[in-house]
């Protein structure tokens, strides 16, 4: 009699993206979004105010994608360094 082999038939869903994959995607879109909203107004040439508003608006957008990089890394390093603290006792 031939072996049966035994399998999970039930299929596992797909797993979601991580929290870091979702923020960088909604960073992506409002990056995209902005750069296309200020070649748009440069194109049109409708009002230098608005053009200097959304070049803000990217700049602070930039500015905080940064600090949360430089945040998560700083995070990775200090989890290292305590790990091999521990390991080294």
């Not at 797993?15 to 070649?39: E, K, V, Y």
Request: proline share 4%.
């Amino acid at each position: 009699m031939p072996k049966l082999i035994n399998r999970n038939t039930q299929r596992r869903p797909t797993p979601s993206p991580t929290n870091n994959a979702r923020q960088h995607s909604t960073f992506s879109l409002i990056f995209w979004c902005a750069m296309g909203a200020i070649i748009g107004l440069e194109a049109s040439n409708l009002s230098a105010a608005a053009l200097s508003w959304f070049q803000l608006f990217l700049i602070v957008i930039i500015a905080f994608y940064i600090a949360r990089t430089y945040r998560i890394f700083a995070k990775k390093i200090i989890n290292k360094r305590r790990q091999s603290s521990l390991n080294n006792k």
